[in-house]
């Protein structure tokens, strides 16, 4: 049985949250999770890099959940400022203990808009 481990990353520009989940589960042949048009989830190292490839900003407070099914990890971010077409935001340590030194499939999607 897998454990599961919840750990809160505090990053530069926001607060985000990680946790350790089994690996992928669902009907055999069904696609794989896309993220939402316009916008792209990089990963680096221990990190990730959370991009708006769409045309209007991402406003503060919206929060983007994350998956990198690769390391069975997933977490959301809440964005503590807006975020212009083309900018990225850096979540540090987001991978907490998994490096990878190639780029991995990440998912990101708009989760809600938080309580401000």
Known sequence: MLAVIAVVVWAMAGVAAAQQVPGPSGPAGSAPPQSDPGLE??????????VNRGTEPL??????????????????????????????????????TTYLSKPKPCVLTRAALAVQ
């Open 59 to 96: 406003a503060a407070g919206t929060v983007l959940a994350w998956s990198v099914a690769f390391a069975r990890l997933k977490g959301e971010y809440i964005l503590d400022r807006d975020v212009e077409p083309g900018r990225t935001v850096h979540v540090t340590g987001a991978l907490l």
């Open 41 to 50: 989830c990089i990963t680096t190292g221990y990190d990730i890099v959370l």
